[in-house]
């Protein structure tokens, strides 16, 4: 019965060093936020194009 006892101290310690991964990899994440303005350098990357398509038909 004393084993129950020695597995959940060592349930404990698989948590707690889960967490100490989880919180690294957020710090990690938390660092990037360069994109976080919105903005593109793409002035209207899916509008028109500044022609219009032209279709043709095949001659042959």
């Known amino acids: 019965m004393t084993d129950s ?3 959940n101290g060592g349930a404990d310690e698989v948590k707690r ?3 100490e991964a ?3 990899k ?3 994440n938390a ?3 360069d994109h976080l303005d919105g903005r593109s350098k793409a002035a209207a990357p899916q509008g ?3 022609h219009k398509r032209e279709f043709r ?3 042959g």
């Open 57 to 59: 038909r095949k001659s």
């Open 48 to 50: 028109n194009a500044s």
């Open 22 to 24: 989880l919180d690294r």
């Open 5 to 7: 006892g020695s597995s």
């Open 17 to 19: 060093k889960f967490k």
């Open 31 to 33: 660092k990037a936020n």
């Open 26 to 28: 957020n710090s990690q």
